[in-house]
């Protein structure tokens, strides 16, 4: 789960080149980085070196490029949003922020949280549902609350990490790095495509509503994660605590627990740890993480998640055994009729799946562990066989 790339264009064909032997059709079925190879010749000196002027036409050139890729914006925005929130954080330390202040940060968490779990995560990204005109239109609002870009760039860049995670074809791979994952992918230069299929399968499923969040994202997702928070906490004469604190500073938290399923719920998987289904994971890779399920909203069952994507759930277990508000709250519409055609995998298919890799790592048992809300499946000991019996 990501803050948006800038959406990538559709894969093309290739033109042909001259020798018809050295044409190969490329494979759409791989994700493929893309960087562009050109080089441009710049003014040079007498001496061959560049001149002052070719100089500066390089700085354009860079500053266009990162223009392009989404870098100028996440360069001035992302930091100056983080100086607001730092405010509003030394504002709660001095005590000088109200309770009702408090208390509607924490709701626009959960409302923001749940328009990136529920909305651009499991629904536009994964389709695990199906959701009315209504509901799109809700989560939209959700999710500008969460100021997160472009809800197609977000679908798009976790569909490229889906198709080739922690590999360097991952925009966020976990194998450069923990704060690349966590935060420095955003400022990476490298531009990545989807295969066409996987382009088409996003973008083709995406409704009037993201298409019209994304024309005015730029304008429209700024009042409402910090105008809207500032005016509802004016009710009570705390306008500016409601922009710096249930405003930037709850952005922030919720910016930096959607990073935490890049960096945190991913990472070293060695012997020993718990994973539901894959006994012979090793190094890194997704993983369970109980700090990204609780403050996401269940994201953080994230081994079973990459094995099931299509899944609502993103969960193994009921929603009182493994904490998951999110799953909670799309049943919730469903039971109104704003939700239908919940996708869930049944307990047939995890045990093949579970029996298929236990075939990989040996034979395995397991046992669900853990109190209520945080139980989950690990691999046991096995048992231990009786010794034969010795004839007297």
Same mark, same amino acid.
């Given at each position: 789960?990501?803050?948006?790339?800038?959406?990538?264009?559709?894969?093309?064909?290739?033109?042909?080149?001259?020798?018809?032997?050295?044409?190969?059709?490329?494979?759409?079925?791989?994700?493929?980085?893309?960087?562009?190879?050109?080089?441009?010749?710049?003014?040079?000196?007498? !001496?061959? =070196?560049?001149? %002052?002027?070719?100089? *500066?036409?390089?700085? +354009?050139? @860079?500053? $266009?490029? #990162? !223009?392009? =890729?989404?870098? %100028?914006?996440?360069? *001035?925005?992302?930091? +100056?949003? @983080?100086? $607001?929130? #730092?405010?509003?954080?030394?504002?709660?330390?001095?005590?000088?922020?109200?309770?009702?202040?408090?208390? $509607?940060?924490?709701?626009?968490?959960?409302?923001?949280?749940?328009?990136?779990?529920?909305?651009?995560?499991?629904?536009?990204?994964?389709?695990?549902?199906?959701?009315?005109?209504?509901?799109?239109?809700?989560?939209?609002?959700?999710?500008?609350?969460?100021?997160?870009?472009?809800?197609?760039?977000?679908?798009?860049?976790?569909?490229?990490?889906?198709?080739?995670?922690?590999?360097?074809?991952?925009?966020?791979?976990?194998?450069?790095?923990?704060?690349?994952?966590?935060?420095?992918?955003l400022y990476s230069i490298k531009r990545f495509h989807l295969s066409t299929d996987e382009y088409?399968?996003?973008?083709?499923?995406?409704?009037?509503?993201?298409?019209?969040?994304?024309?005015?994202?730029?304008?429209?997702?700024?009042?409402?994660?910090?105008?809207?928070?500032?005016?509802?906490?004016?009710?009570?004469?705390?306008?500016?605590?409601?922009?710096?604190?249930?405003?930037?500073?709850?952005?922030?938290?919720?910016?930096?627990?959607?990073?935490?399923?890049?960096?945190?719920?991913?990472?070293?998987?060695?012997?020993?740890?718990?994973?539901?289904?894959?006994?012979?994971?090793?190094?890194?890779?997704?993983?369970?993480?109980?700090?990204?399920?609780?403050?996401?909203?269940?994201?953080?069952w994230h081994d079973y998640h990459h094995l099931f994507p299509w899944d609502y759930a993103a969960?193994?277990?009921?929603?009182?055994?493994?904490?998951?508000?999110?799953?909670?709250?799309?049943?919730?519409?469903?039971?109104?009729?704003?939700?239908?055609?919940?996708?869930?995998?049944?307990?047939?298919?995890?045990?093949?799946?579970?029996?298929?890799?236990?075939?990989?790592?040996?034979?395995?048992?397991?046992?669900?562990?853990?109190?209520?809300?945080?139980?989950?499946?690990?691999?046991?000991?096995?048992?231990?066989?009786?010794?034969?019996?010795?004839?007297?």
């Amino acid at each position: 789960m990501t803050p948006a790339l800038p959406v990538p264009p559709m894969p093309a064909r290739p033109e042909a080149p001259d020798d018809p032997q050295a044409f190969k059709e490329p494979a759409t079925s791989a994700v493929r980085p893309h960087v562009s190879k050109v080089r441009r010749a710049y003014p040079a000196t007498a !001496k061959g =070196n560049v001149s %002052l002027w070719g100089r *500066v036409e390089m700085v +354009v050139q @860079h500053v $266009l490029r #990162l !223009k392009r =890729n989404g870098i %100028l914006i996440q360069a *001035v925005g992302v930091p +100056v949003r @983080h100086l $607001l929130a #730092l405010y509003g954080l030394w504002l709660c330390l001095r005590g000088w922020v109200g309770h009702r202040t408090i208390l $509607l940060s924490v709701a626009l968490w959960v409302v923001s949280g749940l328009g990136v779990t529920a909305g651009a995560h499991r629904l536009w990204t994964h389709r695990s549902y199906s959701a009315t005109p209504a509901m799109e239109a809700l989560l939209m609002v959700m999710f500008s609350i969460a100021d997160q870009g472009s809800i197609a760039g977000w679908a798009l860049t976790h569909a490229m990490h889906h198709s080739a995670s922690d590999t360097k074809w991952d925009p966020h791979n976990r194998k450069a790095g923990f704060w690349h994952a966590h935060f420095g992918w955003l400022y990476s230069i490298k531009r990545f495509h989807l295969s066409t299929d996987e382009y088409h399968r996003v973008m083709d499923n995406l409704g009037p509503a993201v298409f019209f969040h994304d024309r005015y994202c730029v304008a429209w997702d700024p009042a409402w994660s910090l105008l809207l928070p500032m005016a509802i906490a004016l009710c009570w004469g705390e306008a500016l605590s409601g922009l710096f604190v249930a405003g930037a500073l709850r952005w922030a938290f919720v910016q930096h627990v959607t990073f935490f399923v890049n960096s945190v719920a991913h990472g070293e998987r060695e012997e020993g740890d718990a994973h539901a289904f894959d006994a012979s994971a090793r190094g890194i890779g997704p993983r369970v993480s109980l700090l990204t399920t609780v403050l996401a909203l269940g994201e953080g069952w994230h081994d079973y998640h990459h094995l099931f994507p299509w899944d609502y759930a993103a969960a193994e277990l009921g929603a009182w055994d493994q904490w998951n508000p999110t799953k909670v709250f799309i049943d919730a519409c469903s039971a109104v009729g704003l939700v239908s055609g919940r996708r869930r995998c049944s307990p047939r298919l995890q045990e093949a799946r579970r029996a298929h890799l236990a075939d990989l790592a040996g034979p395995q048992r397991y046992g669900v562990v853990g109190p209520p809300f945080l139980r989950r499946r690990v691999p046991l000991a096995p048992a231990a066989r009786d010794s034969p019996k010795r004839k007297a």
